[in-house]
């Protein structure tokens, strides 16, 4: 009598399992006995349900009936099992396969939208002033306008009776086309005036951006056109497809399929300076590093202008140059505080002068994964569940030290922190600071960085106008003596930038790893991989998109293993690893 297999994989000996020898470590086929009368049975999937399988596990969807008719009409068992692997290999580059890497993606990052901090549509990524167009009947029908400033503007005339300024110029929205601005939108002036507590206060309009009386600044990239009746919920709305609040939250999940789709090393998911993003996203990245002070941006056009980008590789579902496609493109050229540089050093201890910033890495420096999750904590939190595959749960029955000031020494939650805070301290460059409207007057920070993104060190005290978010986050759990912020209180006293240190130190360790002073979170992308956690995680949920199933570290250890090993001898690249599993025995076999 024949006894399949326990399905335990990397069990122990009393498991009848013999995991060596087999690429799928420990489920063999029976050996036949010979005698007729035994009762051997194949277990191999028939050619149709294998058929529906592949399609299943590579598109979301069953076979159509013209393609088991196919099946079907290929000859005998050796034919059709030759057509299910043409199949696979077929599906495998069709656009199809880029979706489903990118819906699988999506449900595994699972990052939140941007969310409000006063009432909807308030949404601030865009930093961006909104314009409208003048409504038809008046002098000036069809040009753009700030939406709040006074309508009397598209009559052609301000408030105090004077014309308005007007000017013709090519939008980055609209390339190789013409559009007229009106009112404030169109001044060009280097310096104007906004209201501070009141008063009005003189200000450089080319560091401010569209700020009082300041203008959109060239080709209007500090501005954005808003095309719908009411501002801002063109791009608020998370069922709009073309809504920027929508892309910056795909952002990780597009860069996952792209790496998939183009055969890159998925740890540049993590590693890479890269991302993809079309124009009306990396305009997000464009404004944060033009409040950052890097007023270069305005004159740089390679972000909007097709014949700049044409080049670009991109996603399957569109064509090269098209503003609306997922395309590559290189981060800090968007945002220069997010750095090329893979190996830079800054410790705020010691180091005299500004940050320059962090290393871009991949979805970690993504919008979409720093503004999702509010605060460094969550954000090393959700990092480590999504990307190492971590299991943060409460102990069970263990006594503590009494809590007192740290969480990751002292107290219950230490059983968390300890892992939790070396982690998070690689997030603490980037906080939002008030609240937008239509899509402007919000501002993220990155606290220490360049030359923008300092304050006097009344901040420190949460002296006025220090008292919120994130001056009040930042004093409350910025302590020093803590794994959080493993500064003294003399250097915080000499330097209260020092809190932002953002490297895991020599003396603590993550996942059994000693970090490489990298600050940002390229520091702790490093420590994920160099522990195989992120190598681990990605083949678990890679199996689970094609067996059906996650695979067990604890049980399965050694199959684990056995499928890490292949990935990462292949280049850690997805379509080769996918259709390895669907050449395997335990795919071919529907377990």
Known sequence: ????????????????????????????????????????????????????????????????????????????????????????????????????????????????????????????????????????????????????????????????????????????WAPDTTVTLVGGAANTAAMGTTNVNGSPVQVTCALVGPEGTCGCGPNAVRCHADFQQYAGWEDYLHYNEQGQRRFVAEEPARLFAHLAWHDRPVTDLILGTYSVAPTRLQAAYVMQGLAGGATGLLDDDSWWRPSRFAGAPVDPDHAPGDPLAWREYQVPARNPFLLAERDYHYDPRTDVGASRGVPAAGMLTSLGFLTGYPRERVRGARALETLACEVLSPPMGLKFNEYRRDPGTEGPCQHCHTRLDP?????????????????????????????????????????????????????????????????????????????????LPPEQTLLGQVGDGTVGPLGFAKIIVAAGAFDRCVVRHLHAQVMGRDIDPAREAGYLDAQVERFVAGGRKVRPFVKSLTQSNLFQRGR
């Open 423 to 503: 982690a998070a301290i690689h997030f603490k460059r980037f906080a939002k600071q008030g609240s937008a409207s239509e899509g402007y007057g919000a501002k993220y920070l990155m606290p220490g960085v360049g030359t923008a993104w300092h304050w006097p060190v009344q901040w420190r005290k949460g002296e006025y106008p220090y008292g919120g978010d994130p001056f009040s986050h930042w004093n409350r759990w910025y302590m020093p003596d803590t794994k959080l912020t493993p500064v003294t209180e003399a250097q915080a006293l000499a330097n209260p930038e020092a809190v932002f240190l953002d490297f």
């Open 1 to 172: 009598m024949w006894t399949a297999c326990t399905g335990v994989v990397g069990g122990t000996p009393d498991d009848d399992v013999d995991p060596s020898g087999s690429p799928d470590a420990g489920c063999e086929d029976p050996v036949p006995s010979g005698d007729p009368d035994a009762g051997e049975k194949n277990d191999l999937l028939a050619p149709g349900r294998l058929l529906r399988r592949s399609s299943l596990a590579l598109r979301g969807i069953p076979p159509t009936d013209e393609e088991f008719a196919a099946l079907e009409a290929a000859g005998d068992d050796a034919a059709q099992r030759a057509f299910v692997e043409r199949f696979v290999d077929q599906t495998l580059a069709q656009p199809a396969f880029y979706r489903t890497m990118f819906e699988r993606a999506r449900d595994w990052f699972n990052v939140p939208l941007v969310a409000r901090t006063a009432d909807a549509p308030e949404y601030g990524v865009q930093q961006q002033r909104s314009l409208q167009r003048c409504p038809a009947g008046t002098a000036k029908a069809g040009a753009w306008k700030y939406f709040r400033e006074a309508s009397t503007v598209c009559d052609g005339v301000k408030a105090d009776g004077t014309p308005v300024e007007e000017r013709s110029l090519e939008p980055w």
